[in-house]
């Protein structure tokens, strides 16, 4: 049924009259209003693109997730070349302070004196090495030889002209002796 059977010939001529150029659908529950076909399509568009701009920043979350995931391997393999580099470090620091006590210990060959030392159960802490003077003293009382051991002076031994009973007025061997051998050969 369409307007014009609807409202007679009389009112739809005033009405048509009225309008000019625009059409008038009437629903009859089969068509959509224009207005209603608009706001969905407006709707469609809007959606559309929404769906565009999330499939957008979608694939640029996955490329910074891509990117997240390199840089964590990266931030790991810093990590992991700082500790080795925090290691070295202490390693030196460990093997400084080791060879300036054997040093101090008046030790002959470090190489071999090391080889000798329970390394582990020497630690390194505050710049202090606990644990390294009881293995000194046992290995200077077991292998002296690796240790420069002072002789005492002045015993009188052979070479050593200082049997002066301690008497400083005497002078040192050494000049003693010479003043000896210049007073015989005076004598001759």
Known sequence: MDLKELLG??????????????????DDGN???????????D??????????????????????????????TVITELKETLEKKDKE???REFNYSLDSALKDAKCKN????????????????DGKLD??????????????????????????GVGNFGRNNNNPTCGDSQSSFMEAIRNNSLRK
């Open 9 to 26: 010939e009389d009112l739809y001529s005033q009405v048509t009259e009225k309008l000019g150029d625009k059409k008038i659908m009437v």
């Open 89 to 91: 470090i202490a390693d």
């Open 31 to 41: 068509l959509i209003p224009k207005s209603k076909f608009d706001q969905v399509n």
């Open 131 to 156: 644990g390294l003077e009881n293995q000194l003293n046992s290995l200077k009382e077991s292998d002296s030889y690796l240790f420069d051991i002072e002789m005492p002076g002045n015993t009188g």
């Open 110 to 125: 470090t190489k071999a004196l090391k080889a000798l030392l329970d390394m582990d159960s020497i630690k390194y802490q």
């Open 43 to 72: 709707d469609k568009k809007a959606y559309k693109g929404q769906v565009e701009k999330l499939k957008t920043d979608l694939e640029d979350v996955r490329k910074k997730a891509g990117e997240v995931e390199g840089l964590n």
